[in-house]
């Protein structure tokens, strides 16, 4: 979505196509640019609306950031106007999370077989880079980095005031699909083993809320961790923590990461989570900190000190440069230049 918003209007004329409409992130779209909604929120019933749309609308480019959209475009290709280039973005790393996938063996297979006859291929780190290369047979002239972006002004201006649990002691937040992905279990599984006045805040939704909160329950930890559900405004919520804590079981590039840091809020994460290792390297001494699940993150959240509260504002920013939104987009539009 910062990708598309961020073109320049004078060279691209974006169309956004989705499956439904009516999402928690419609309203971030930007103004001037026309959507279409599929109405259909499974792959299967919106790919003859999709590749209807796309026949309707003949674009230059179609660009696809979801890993089994991405194979279904080029898939079906043949079915799309002729001379249309497609691009397509992985989002996670595919070792990580094809083995977790139903038909893990069929979408390597597909991978292998469909990434390599895109057009080109945005890929979040170096890692994601060198893996597509080496496991997927990608060719290295299809391979290209545009590193997330964020909108830094923007999430600053978003997390004032900030948005800080009461009480005394740590306070932790953690963002994203409440999913086995996001590793959220880990993380309340430690809970149990830190000092009880630190309190953990978890933003989002998704299946695994059920799930969740029984073990809040079963380790009575109901004082101390809350499912806040979706929120609009995370980063009020980043602002006011004394740590961003990621324990998921795998990522691509983790853009809530970035967006605690641009908040001035240090993060603690799993080495599975993705990229977090080229953050941590590109970021100042002591912004991110990676430790596997257990004792050594448990040592990571116990050396966590609380902020002192001077005012309303954010921190000082502790994002790195190069994820910076204009420099990023810049990329961006590069890649889709060369291709016109």
Request: glycine fraction near 6%; aromatic fraction near 6%; charged fraction near 20%.
């Amino acid at each position: 979505m910062t990708l598309m918003n961020g073109l320049d209007r004078k060279v691209f004329a974006p169309e956004l196509i989705v499956f439904e409409g009516q999402g928690p992130l419609a309203g971030m779209v930007a103004q001037g640019i026309p959507v279409a909604d599929l109405g259909v929120s499974r792959l299967r019933h919106a790919l003859p609306a999709l590749i209807k749309t796309i026949r309707k609308v003949r674009p230059d480019i179609v660009f696809s950031t979801l890993g089994y959209v991405n194979l279904a475009l080029l898939a079906a290709r043949p079915m799309l106007p002729r001379n249309t280039r497609i691009v397509v973005r992985e989002a996670n790393m595919p070792s990580l999370s094809l083995p977790r996938a139903s038909h893990s063996h069929l979408l390597r297979f597909a991978y292998r077989r469909l990434y390599r006859t895109a057009d080109a291929v945005i890929c979040t780190s170096e890692q994601m880079i060198d893996e597509l290369k080496a496991d997927f047979g990608v060719s290295a002239k299809l391979l290209c980095l545009v590193p997330n972006p964020v909108n830094e002004e923007q999430v600053r201006t978003a997390a004032a005031p900030i948005t800080r649990v009461a009480g005394d002691g740590i306070r932790l937040v953690a963002a994203g699909r409440l999913s086995r992905q996001k590793g959220f279990d880990r993380l309340i599984n430690m809970m149990v083993d830190i000092d009880p006045t630190t309190c953990l805040t978890i933003l989002g939704e998704g299946a695994q809320r059920e799930e969740l909160e029984a073990q809040i329950l079963a380790l009575k930890l109901f004082e101390r961790v809350q499912l806040a559900g979706f929120c609009e405004n995370p980063w009020a919520y980043y602002a006011g923590a004394d740590a961003f804590v990621m324990t998921s079981r795998w990522e691509g590039l983790p853009n809530a990461a970035l967006e605690a840091l641009a908040c001035g809020t240090p993060v603690i994460a799993t080495p599975e989570s993705g990229g977090i290792a080229e953050i941590a390297e590109a970021a100042q001494p002591e912004a991110v900190s990676l430790a596997e699940v257990g004792p050594d993150f448990i040592s990571r959240l116990e050396a966590v000190s609380p902020f002192q509260l001077a005012n309303s504002a954010p921190r000082l920013s502790l994002l790195p440069d190069c994820y910076h939104v204009i420099g990023v987009v810049k990329k961006f539009q590069k890649v889709l230049a060369n291709l016109l």
